[in-house]
C-alpha cells in the first residue's frame, strides 16, 4: 500500500486544500490589525488622560495659591498700617510684634513649624553647620545662625547653625 498524498487528500483520508493556509494567515492579519488599533487607541486615551490630570493637577495647586495669598493680605495691610505708625516708635513695635506673630499663625497652620536648633545635639538631618567654636559642648548647637523650617513633617530649609567642638 502507498503512503502519501493522493487526489487532494492527507494521511488521514480528509481532503485539503492549498488555499486553507491563505485563509488562516488572513484571519491572523486582521485580528492583529484589530489589536494594534485597539493598543493605539487605548495609548491614545492613555496620554489624554495624563494631559487632563496634568491640568487639572495645576489648577489645584493654583487654587491652593490662591487662598494661602487670601490668607497672606492681612498680614501685608497689617505692614501698611504699621508703616503709617513708623513716627510712634512704640506703636510701631507692637504692631510688627502682631504681623509676626499673625504670619507665624498662618504658617503653622499650612504645616510649617520651627526646627529647634539651639542647645540641641547637632542633627545633620536639620542643622547645616556653617562654622564650629571651641567649648565644652561637643556635638552641641551653640548658636542659630538662621532658622529651620518643615513643612508637613520635611525639612524645607535647614537651620544654619554653629557647632561645638572639644579642643
Do not use: W
Not at 480528509?14 to 488555499?19: A, E, L, T, V, Y
Not at 495659591?65 to 498680614?75: D, F, G
Not at 556653617?130 to 508637613?152: A, I, P, Q
Amino acid at each position: 500500500m502507498e503512503h502519501g498524498h493522493r487526489n487532494g487528500q492527507d494521511d488521514k483520508g480528509r481532503g485539503h486544500d492549498s488555499r486553507h493556509g491563505h485563509d488562516g494567515t488572513a484571519k491572523l492579519k486582521e485580528q492583529l490589525a484589530e489589536m494594534t488599533d485597539t493598543a493605539k487607541r487605548i495609548q491614545a486615551e492613555f496620554e489624554n488622560y495624563k494631559r487632563r490630570e496634568e491640568a487639572n493637577r495645576a489648577e489645584y495647586l493654583k487654587s491652593c495659591n490662591r487662598e494661602l495669598m487670601l490668607k497672606l493680605v492681612p498680614v501685608l495691610e497689617n505692614l501698611d498700617l504699621s508703616l503709617r505708625n513708623k513716627d510712634n516708635e512704640n506703636e510701631f513695635r507692637k504692631g510688627v510684634e502682631l504681623i509676626v506673630r499673625q504670619l507665624k499663625g498662618i504658617l503653622a497652620a499650612e504645616g510649617l513649624e520651627e526646627i529647634g536648633a539651639a542647645g540641641q545635639r547637632f542633627d545633620p538631618n536639620l542643622h547645616e553647620a556653617v562654622s564650629t567654636k571651641e567649648g565644652e559642648k561637643d556635638g552641641t548647637v551653640l548658636e542659630e545662625v538662621s532658622k529651620g523650617y518643615t513643612l508637613h513633617g520635611k525639612v524645607v530649609r535647614h537651620a544654619k547653625v554653629v557647632v561645638g567642638t572639644k579642643g
